[in-house]
């Protein structure tokens, strides 16, 4: 009886510990991609800021804006792989993203328009303007 005991005390914190290490796991990947993201010239150079385009990441949740259409489309965002993604919108086909791309660590977003690279924004003059609701 002490036997079955103690393995099932084993098993027990084995399941605890475990999972606690699955679940920081799973925070650490919805937060890699956390932040405001401006469109760039291009996905093979040195990134150069486009700010007409921002996509704005918390979580698993996805906001992207154009300054034409001066609105913002929501979607969620799957997880498909170590470093690929697919952005579920709420109107519009999804799209792919991968991260990181090229040695600048940029993000790229596949569409069937085409493909586009981001950058984290990292100058207050390339934020997300006010429409885009992040």
Do not use: H
């Given at each position: 009886m002490r036997k079955v005991t103690l393995l099932l005390?084993?098993?027990v914190a084995a399941c605890v510990f475990g999972?606690?290490?699955?679940?920081t796991t799973s925070e650490d990947t919805q937060t890699l991609l956390n932040g405001k993201w401006v469109l760039d010239y291009g996905c093979q150079q040195d990134p150069t800021?486009?700010?007409v385009a921002w996509l704005i990441i918390n979580n698993n949740n996805v906001i992207s804006c154009m300054q034409v259409t001066q609105g913002a489309v929501k979607g969620l965002i799957v997880k498909i792989s170590e470093g690929n993604y697919?952005?579920?919108w709420q109107q519009g086909p999804p799209s792919t993203a991968s991260y990181p791309v090229t040695e600048w660590n940029l993000l790229g977003v596949s569409n069937p328009s085409g493909q586009n690279c981001y950058s984290r924004v990292r100058n207050p003059a390339n934020n997300p303007p006010a429409y885009c609701g992040g």
């Amino acid at each position: 009886m002490r036997k079955v005991t103690l393995l099932l005390l084993l098993l027990v914190a084995a399941c605890v510990f475990g999972c606690k290490g699955e679940k920081t796991t799973s925070e650490d990947t919805q937060t890699l991609l956390n932040g405001k993201w401006v469109l760039d010239y291009g996905c093979q150079q040195d990134p150069t800021p486009n700010p007409v385009a921002w996509l704005i990441i918390n979580n698993n949740n996805v906001i992207s804006c154009m300054q034409v259409t001066q609105g913002a489309v929501k979607g969620l965002i799957v997880k498909i792989s170590e470093g690929n993604y697919r952005f579920d919108w709420q109107q519009g086909p999804p799209s792919t993203a991968s991260y990181p791309v090229t040695e600048w660590n940029l993000l790229g977003v596949s569409n069937p328009s085409g493909q586009n690279c981001y950058s984290r924004v990292r100058n207050p003059a390339n934020n997300p303007p006010a429409y885009c609701g992040g």
